[in-house]
């Protein structure tokens, strides 16, 4: 006679055996246990039998739909007890722990690059498979994210899901609208003690005081150039590789640093986070709208050693510095004429194209 005791160790027996006798008739993937298989079958027939009451969203699997409701809910049973941080889901919890432990077990064969989870293990592969399973089914490109595809749709659904609450614009990408949200943010609690300059995060202080005490512990092994910072060091080591390993996946182009990568996106995207609070005219990056700044606060901070005259920006004063050095490296591939700007050989060209693009 089966009693209770007979099923627990019989549950535990079937887990500690090798041996998977439940054969899906549809993909062959076998299973220990049969429960497991009717939940896998759901996969392949779309069939979604648990409905939340709330917003009657469905799930294939009664445990998902519980972990749904928790949106609903905002019960996070699963805390840290390292830092008391509350998650809605287990695995959640786990792959936080790993941050604790510094735990990278998922290791790639080909670089031996470690990932603390195995999913960021298999979206790196794909860098060496050059692997692109998600495909728009509108336009047919293909991506090796999933989340980068889900981006890819808004530019065909014209969706901006991410919205300001404090004035309701609306944006594609939600870093954007975290950019977005600072115009919003004059708090900046964090001041420096030497120039009582504020900033919004304490890692932004900490970058700035090195300007301070003039400190480059960091130094390149290559051509023992010194920085301040250990980020800035890694980045320019890819001067040296040629290293550029964030890639636009609707375009293809490269770039060396994260950063560059998300304001590149922008092009892509239209969007303009950056606003400038006395014009309101807004800006794709941060750099643009600083530059910007200048024209209404007549900031010139780059000056000529040699004749004093001051710039806005950088590459203006080393436009300028040609006319000191006499150096002309923009050169007519029609006649040979060397300039010093590149503006000035643009306009030379048009002697040989003929070409009047001003019409009165």
């Given at each position: 006679?089966?009693?209770?005791?007979?099923?627990?160790?019989?549950?535990?027996?079937?887990?500690?055996?090798?041996?998977?006798?439940?054969?899906?008739?549809v993909c062959h993937k076998a299973f220990k246990q049969n429960f497991n298989l009717i939940r896998h079958l759901c996969i392949h027939t779309k069939e979604k039998p648990h409905v939340c009451e709330i917003c009657n969203k469905a799930f294939s699997q009664k445990g998902d739909l519980n972990s749904h409701l928790r949106v609903h809910t905002k019960e996070k049973p699963h805390?840290?007890?390292?830092?008391?941080?509350?998650?809605?889901?287990?695995?959640?919890?786990?792959?936080?722990?790993?941050?604790?432990?510094?735990?990278?077990p998922h290791i790639c064969e080909i670089c031996n690059k470690a990932f603390?989870?195995?999913?960021?293990?298999?979206?790196?592969?794909?860098?060496?498979?050059?692997?692109?399973?998600?495909?728009?089914?509108?336009?047919?490109?293909?991506?090796?994210?999933?989340?980068?595809l889900k981006t890819h749709m808004l530019f065909h659904t014209s969706e901006k899901p991410h919205v300001c609450q404090i004035c309701n614009k609306a944006f594609y990408q939600k870093d954007s609208l975290?950019?977005?949200?600072?115009?919003?943010s004059e708090e900046k609690t964090h001041v420096c003690e030497l120039c009582n300059k504020a900033f919004l995060r304490s890692d932004a202080l900490k970058k700035h005081v090195h300007i301070h005490t003039k400190e480059k512990p960091y130094i390149c092994e290559i051509c023992n150039k010194a920085f301040s910072l250990s980020g800035n060091l890694k980045r320019h080591l890819r001067i040296h590789t040629k290293e550029?390993?964030?890639?636009?996946?609707?375009?293809?182009?490269?770039?060396?640093?994260?950063?560059?990568?998300?304001?590149?996106?922008?092009?892509?995207?239209?969007?303009?986070?950056?606003v400038c609070n006395i014009c309101k005219k807004s800006f794709s990056h941060s750099g643009a709208l600083i530059?910007?700044?200048?024209?209404?606060t007549k900031e010139k901070p780059?000056?000529?050693?040699?004749?004093?005259?001051?710039?806005?920006?950088?590459g203006s004063l080393n436009s300028h510095l040609r006319m000191h050095t006499n150096e002309k490296p923009y050169v007519c591939e029609i006649c040979n004429k060397a300039f010093c700007q590149k503006?000035?050989?643009n306009s030379h060209l048009r002697i040989h194209t003929k070409e009047k693009p001003h019409i009165c």
């Amino acid at each position: 006679m089966a009693t209770p005791q007979n099923d627990i160790l019989k549950h535990h027996l079937n887990n500690q055996s090798t041996e998977k006798p439940h054969v899906c008739d549809v993909c062959h993937k076998a299973f220990k246990q049969n429960f497991n298989l009717i939940r896998h079958l759901c996969i392949h027939t779309k069939e979604k039998p648990h409905v939340c009451e709330i917003c009657n969203k469905a799930f294939s699997q009664k445990g998902d739909l519980n972990s749904h409701l928790r949106v609903h809910t905002k019960e996070k049973p699963h805390i840290c007890e390292i830092c008391n941080k509350a998650f809605s889901r287990r695995f959640v919890l786990k792959t936080h722990m790993l941050y604790h432990t510094n735990e990278k077990p998922h290791i790639c064969e080909i670089c031996n690059k470690a990932f603390s989870q195995k999913g960021n293990l298999n979206m790196h592969l794909r860098t060496h498979t050059k692997e692109k399973p998600h495909i728009c089914e509108i336009c047919h490109k293909a991506f090796s994210r999933r989340f980068v595809l889900k981006t890819h749709m808004l530019f065909h659904t014209s969706e901006k899901p991410h919205v300001c609450q404090i004035c309701n614009k609306a944006f594609y990408q939600k870093d954007s609208l975290n950019a977005h949200l600072r115009i919003h943010s004059e708090e900046k609690t964090h001041v420096c003690e030497l120039c009582n300059k504020a900033f919004l995060r304490s890692d932004a202080l900490k970058k700035h005081v090195h300007i301070h005490t003039k400190e480059k512990p960091y130094i390149c092994e290559i051509c023992n150039k010194a920085f301040s910072l250990s980020g800035n060091l890694k980045r320019h080591l890819r001067i040296h590789t040629k290293e550029k390993p964030y890639v636009c996946e609707i375009c293809n182009k490269a770039f060396s640093e994260s950063g560059t990568l998300k304001e590149h996106l922008r092009i892509h995207t239209k969007e303009k986070p950056h606003v400038c609070n006395i014009c309101k005219k807004s800006f794709s990056h941060s750099g643009a709208l600083i530059l910007h700044l200048r024209i209404h606060t007549k900031e010139k901070p780059h000056v000529c050693e040699i004749c004093y005259k001051a710039f806005s920006q950088r590459g203006s004063l080393n436009s300028h510095l040609r006319m000191h050095t006499n150096e002309k490296p923009y050169v007519c591939e029609i006649c040979n004429k060397a300039f010093c700007q590149k503006d000035t050989l643009n306009s030379h060209l048009r002697i040989h194209t003929k070409e009047k693009p001003h019409i009165c």
